[in-house]
């Protein structure tokens, strides 16, 4: 396992993947709405994230709860997804990392960190990732930059998933790149839908302007 081997025609082996579908969050700065339940053409983007991921091969997803947890675990019922609760969400999204790493069964080459909020990640985005973490040259955490900018998803290997149970690495810290430089393998890409996500109702308004699709916000209505 983890042994990425470049011989006999350029074959990789087959990764065994995780991921932690983070769906926690109290969106403060968006009043409260719960994020992963924001609907994009009629599809919440907690189920459309649950459906890239599938595509994308990947073996388990653990779907950390917090804020509105009842609506998100009705929402992703459907699902074969494991749930885990993250009774302190209010204290941040690292709490969060590590209650859906801990929850993860067996191991693992790799494993994806993935905000809900992300409203065009689809499996190929993924799969965008996976082949930057099996061609890279060194590093724990495969972390797409876009034009300077850093985006999400990351992907981690199982020695970053140690460490971060073990210890205080927090993926989330904007500075990561900077900060632990050995972690890190930068994907730099132009691929612009990993620095989208929704964190104000202003974004949500954007994406609708700019796609011409209809965003609707739990409770509030349709964006158009």
């Known amino acids: 396992m983890g042994c990425l081997l470049k011989q006999g025609g350029g074959l990789y082996p087959r990764l065994r993947i995780g991921a932690v579908l983070l769906a926690a969050g109290e969106g403060r700065r968006m009043g409260g709405v719960s994020k992963p339940l924001i609907r994009l053409q009629g599809v919440p983007l907690i189920s459309r994230q649950l459906v890239a991921l599938s595509g994308a091969g990947v073996d388990e997803v653990v779907v950390v709860t917090g804020h509105a947890r009842s609506a998100v675990e009705e929402q992703v019922r459907s699902f074969s997804v494991t749930l885990a609760h993250n009774a302190a969400h209010a204290e941040g999204q690292e709490g969060s990392v590590r209650v859906g ?10 494993i994806f960190i993935v905000p ?10 993924l799969t965008e990732l996976i082949g930057a973490f099996k061609r890279r040259p060194s590093g724990h955490v495969v972390v797409p930059v876009v034009g300077g900018q850093r985006g999400n998803p990351i992907l981690l ?14 993926l989330g810290c904007r500075h990561l790149i900077d900060r632990q430089p050995e972690l890190v393998h930068v994907h730099h890409t132009s691929n612009s839908r990993f620095i989208t996500d929704l964190d104000t109702v202003e974004d949500v308004q954007a994406l609708a302007q700019r796609t011409g699709w209809r965003l609707e916000l739990p409770s509030l209505g349709a964006v158009a």
Not at 157 to 170: F, K, R, T
Request: glycine share 8%.
């Open 116 to 125: 809900a909020d992300q409203p065009l990640i689809a499996a190929g985005d």
């Open 101 to 110: 790493l801990a929850a993860l069964n067996g191991a693992f080459d790799a």
């Open 157 to 170: 290997d199982e020695v970053a998933h140690a460490q971060i149970l073990a210890s205080g690495v927090n």
